[in-house]
């Protein structure tokens, strides 16, 4: 059996799996429950300062699914890509609150997992006022949270509005705080990276990336933003890609642990984040979707995954898929005679290839979907879009070697 413990900033935490700062974890019963669901740690949603405190109360309801529960098989089968969109910004609490019940969290969950608070300043006077406050609590971890997708839209310099001031927050925030910390990091800016090195440069000792984009949709009848009316979280298991480029590119350029978190759906985006250079992963929209106890179940996947492979623990598999990662001007182009082939027992004739294929090699006749492989350019649509997995994309040798193929030669 693997050991699955991870050391990040000198805490060890039991396994990588981290509850993000979100709804699971406003305050300690969730965290407990988190820890107890098979986390091995959990960020306690954020503590706003005063001059943000319009986000300790929230509209609603305030949660809408796109393509969630009209998947088809639901609720016994989940779809991986779907939108989350939400207008929640921080916890409830008051200064003093929050840090009674991060301590009442920590006492409750001893040494079973790590408690992580979570603040969010708007001026640098509060973030004093916080990292004193959390100095003196139990709290075994604390994260600055520069992150906030939509906070900024209360006409208040914080979260992802607040991105230009990353380097002087963790430069304050580092020269108080007792405990270690990681900065929680926006997407939204034109290089978050960047960001991340900055932090790093200005003293972090690990960073968190990252929390969701915003945005809202519009009904076209009412021609309002669908649900309360103003731009909110936006975010889901489809953005992983997004998460995973960025993460790569940070591992790359940082030494501090990352904590990796954009889009977890299952436990091998847990292993992906690994691959690619995280130390710990945390999941927001997978445990609010699928409960506290997926933690468990996404650690039980891990274990059996590094044990199958021969790897006893996820130190040995951390960044191994980052020298495989290409950069754009290294990827092959011209494999020239690649094209389209149907397997003709599988093809319905359905005509939905013909509709996405750009170089007009595809007709239906009688006997199926015929490619015309001196038009078809090889781009492989046709297989993607294809409802019966009836298209193979043959290789040039393959092409040499039966030259009876069924696609079409003229
Ligand atoms: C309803 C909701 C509330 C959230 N509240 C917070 C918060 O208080 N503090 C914070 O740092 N991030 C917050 N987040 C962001 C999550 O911690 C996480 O970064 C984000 O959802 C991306 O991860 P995911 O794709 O696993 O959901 C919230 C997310 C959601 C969906
Ligand atoms: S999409 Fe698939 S099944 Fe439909 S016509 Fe094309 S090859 Fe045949
Ligand atoms: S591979 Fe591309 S060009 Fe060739 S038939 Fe399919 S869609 Fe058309």
Not at 246 to 259: E, G, K, M, S, W
């Amino acid at each position: 059996m693997a050991n699955l413990k991870v050391t990040a900033a000198g805490v060890v935490f039991p396994n990588p799996v981290i509850v993000g700062s979100a709804s699971p974890s406003m305050d300690w019963v969730g965290t407990k429950k988190g820890i107890e669901g098979g986390a091995g740690g959990v960020i306690v949603k954020s503590l706003f300062g005063d001059m943000g405190k319009l986000g300790r109360s929230f509209p609603r309801p305030r949660f809408k699914l796109y393509d969630y529960k009209d998947y088809p098989g639901y609720p016994e089968k989940l779809p991986h890509a779907f939108t989350l969109n939400s207008l929640e910004e921080c916890s409830h609490f008051g200064y003093e609150e929050y840090m009674i019940d991060v301590n009442k969290a920590k006492e409750e969950v001893g040494d079973t997992g790590i408690v992580m608070a979570s603040l969010s300043g708007v001026s640098i006077e509060e973030w004093v006022t916080m990292c004193n406050m959390v100095n003196e609590t139990k709290a075994d971890w604390v994260e600055l949270n520069v992150s906030c997708p939509f906070a900024a839209d209360m006409g208040v310099k914080m979260g992802a509005g607040a991105v230009d001031m990353c380097p002087e927050i963790v430069r304050t925030c580092a020269a108080l705080l007792k405990k270690p910390f990681s900065v929680k990091i926006s997407p939204q800016s034109q290089n978050p990276v960047d960001i991340a090195v900055a932090c790093q440069e200005a003293g972090a000792m690990a960073v968190n990336l990252s929390a969701r984009l915003s945005g809202f949709d519009i009904d076209i009848d009412t021609m309002r933003p669908i649900g309360p009316g103003a731009q909110g979280g936006w975010g889901g298991p489809y953005l992983i890609g997004y998460g995973l480029k960025f993460v790569a590119q940070a591992a790359q350029r940082l030494h501090i642990p990352i904590i990796a978190g954009l889009g977890v759906w299952d436990w091998k985006d847990v292993i992906k984040y690994t691959l690619v250079g995280a130390t710990l992963v945390q999941s927001g929209v997978g445990i609010m979707l699928q409960g506290y106890g997926v933690s468990k179940k996404w650690t039980d996947n891990i274990n059996a995954w590094l044990d199958a492979k021969g790897y006893s623990s996820l130190d040995e598999i951390r960044g191994l898929a980052l020298p495989n990662i290409l950069k754009t001007a290294e990827v092959e182009r011209a494999a020239e005679g690649i094209y389209a082939e149907v397997d003709y027992s599988k093809c319905t004739k359905c005509a939905i290839c013909v509709r996405s294929c750009f170089y007009d090699a595809i007709k239906v006749t009688k006997v199926g979907a015929v490619v015309n492989s001196s038009k078809c350019d090889g781009c492989g649509m046709c297989m993607e879009v294809c409802p019966s997995n009836a298209v193979k994309m043959a290789s040039p040798q393959r092409r040499a070697t039966t030259p009876s193929s069924n696609s079409c030669c003229s």
